[in-house]
């Protein structure tokens, strides 16, 4: 409608370097994510996975490059935490922390409209977690606050969803059940998502796009297009081997190149 | 209900005053307290509240109103721990128990002054452990006026507290000045921490503070709820511990005991019977399941 050429972009970052604590973690990162796309972000510990959210969210001050959101200008975005530790005695139940995620930042009581209630179920449906809305927050297991959180996160509808690992401590099962969920709410409504994670397997089928990081600097594209040996290599700067057996990708780094992640990974 | 009383009780002048001071400090402190609980400075509180002995010690030396002396100083500690706004807990404990020691030194200077000194109170115990059936009909506006300034910063912020207190994160994300609202916390909790020792003591005001809080997080999994909860159990416990005091003339003979220990004993006794209670139901819950 603007006819400017980022208008139907959700994000742009171009040529990102972060610093922190006066030591360069991320240098020229350059990516695209357009709406209802999920991308993963995948990086072993350390490489920089959730200083790149956080400078996104606007907690960490580039030190070079422009990140640019897409939508309406209004600064929308959902934000899960790596580790958010619920104290066991918040007076919260699940549905209490999605309405924080609508209304939480205003001023004065709450008054209870069924605008906003319908809101909220919504937001509750939306991760299936209907079923424990009522139980308090502190009492539920991991991937039930996890998919709170997430109904948190999307409730205000925002353009962009940064979630920071959020199926790092759920079981196999619900890590697919979690990454499923997102691929469907990411199609559904257009909101775009980044998700990071140390483990590549579980996001293959249901991603769209991957930025890899590895040291500081970061390859970005279509899976096929970016988990591939030359691409790989290029970015860790010696030879990786990526192994196609029987449909699963094996990423193999040289031996001490100080990276001891080999993903076993699904073609997609 | 109120032939129940003993005969007197509600005529005297000293138990009316008693009754609607400390019953109003007791609800603001309990509702104040909730918040505080969340945020995890319970031993902040602690630490304000001793520091605000000193400004009890000193507000008859510079003739002003007890509670103004509480306040100005627990204030004035808080606004030194807010100076250098810690990154961790630890950090902040650290903080915490240095002010906390500094602000005793203080207290320890003018509640000697307070009693050897020509204009002072002479009463250091009344600072420290209250005296609710001293406080008069001069005390009723500025008790008014500074619980009123509390439950308003808290009515105002109590929305970005919950969001900030289950994750600061997840909080600045929405655009949630985090540095307002840990100011807005303080001061709330500064007027409490005032209002509750100008009826239990700068040093018992912790207990107001804490104790109905934290029964009411225990006992309920929801914010409004648990904040009335709080009010009820510190009102209870207020008037409670009034009427007993009052009552411990009979038992004793005339010697009476003091009422501050009379409200303490009666909250903790709430507390304990609470979560005792609620021990049994789910114990109940789980037999009839
Ligand atoms: N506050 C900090 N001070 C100094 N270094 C930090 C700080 N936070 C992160 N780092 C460093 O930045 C790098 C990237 O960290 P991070 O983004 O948390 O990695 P990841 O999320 O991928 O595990 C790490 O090497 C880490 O040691
Ligand atoms: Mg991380």
Redesign the interface.
């Known amino acids: 409608m603007t006819g400017a050429p980022d208008a139907a972009l959700a994000l742009r970052v171009e040529d990102l370097s972060v610093s922190v604590g006066g030591r360069r973690v991320l240098a020229q990162v350059s990516f695209t994510l357009a709406p209802g796309e999920l991308c993963g972000l995948i990086g072993a510990n350390g490489s920089g996975n959730t200083t790149l959210l956080r400078s996104l969210l606007g907690f960490v001050a580039p030190s070079g490059g422009t990140i640019r959101l897409g939508g309406d200008g209004a600064r929308r975005l959902g934000y899960l935490p790596q580790k958010v530790s619920v104290d066991p005695f918040m007076p919260l139940r699940a549905r209490d922390v999605v309405a924080l995620g609508l209304d939480g930042h205003r001023l004065g009581l709450p008054l209870p409209s069924r605008q906003r209630r319908a809101r909220v179920d919504a937001a509750l449906a939306a991760v299936s977690a209907e079923a424990f809305a009522d139980r308090r927050i502190g009492t539920l297991s991991g991937g039930q606050q996890q998919r709170v959180f997430i109904a948190h996160a999307l409730v205000r509808r925002p353009q962009l969803l940064l979630l920071d690992e959020p199926l790092a401590s759920l079981d196999p099962s619900s890590a697919t059940e979690i990454a499923t969920l997102l691929r469907r709410i990411s199609r559904d409504t257009g909101i775009a998502v980044l998700m990071s994670a140390h483990e590549i397997n579980t996001l293959v089928p249901v991603m769209d796009r991957v930025i890899y990081l590895a040291g500081g600097r970061a390859a970005a594209g279509p899976v096929a297009e970016v988990i591939r040996s030359d691409v790989l290599s290029r970015l860790y700067g010696h030879h990786i081997d990526v192994l196609d057996v029987h449909g699963r990708i094996l990423v193999v780094p040289a031996p001490g190149a100080g990276h001891d992640h080999t993903h076993v990974t699904r073609v997609p | 209900m109120l032939g129940l009383l003993p005969v007197g009780f509600l005529d005297s002048a000293p138990v009316q005053h008693a009754l609607v001071i400390g019953g109003f400090a007791a609800v603001v402190a309990a509702l104040v307290g ?1 918040p505080t ?2 945020r ?1 400075q319970a031993f902040v509180t602690d630490a304000l509240a001793h520091v605000s002995s000193a400004g009890g010690a000193l507000a008859p030396l510079i003739g002003i109103n007890a509670l103004g002396g509480f306040v100005l100083m627990s204030l004035a500690a808080a606004l030194g721990l807010e100076a250098a706004p810690p990154r961790q807990r630890a950090e902040r404990d650290l903080q915490t128990g240095a002010v906390f020691g500094a602000g005793l030194g203080v207290a320890a200077l003018f509640l000697y002054l307070d009693v050897t000194l020509p204009g002072g109170s002479g009463n250091a115990v009344g600072v420290l452990f209250g005296s609710v059936f001293l406080l008069g009909a001069s005390d009723i506006l500025p008790a008014a006026l500074a619980g009123g300034a509390a439950l308003a910063l808290l ?6 507290m ?2 900030a ?3 600061p ?8 000045r985090l540095r307002r609202v840990g100011l807005a916390h303080l001061a709330a909790l500064t007027l409490a921490i005032g209002l509750a020792a100008m009826t239990v003591g700068a040093v018992l005001s912790t207990a107001l503070l804490v104790a109905p809080a934290a029964a ?3 006992l ?4 409004a ?2 904040l009335m909860l709080a009010a009820g159990l510190g009102l209870a416990g207020m008037w409670g511990g009034i009427l007993m005091a009052w009552q411990s003339y009979v038992w004793t003979a005339g010697h009476a005991w003091p009422a501050s220990f009379c409200i303490v004993a009666v909250l903790i006794g709430l507390n304990l019977a609470a979560t005792l209670g609620r021990g049994l139901w789910r114990l109940g819950r789980r037999g009839a399941a």
């Open positions: 909730v609980l969340l995890g009515a105002l912020y109590l929305r970005p919950l969001l207190s289950l994750d994160d997840l909080a600045a994300v929405q655009g949630v009411a997080l225990v309920t999994d929801r914010p709820r648990a």
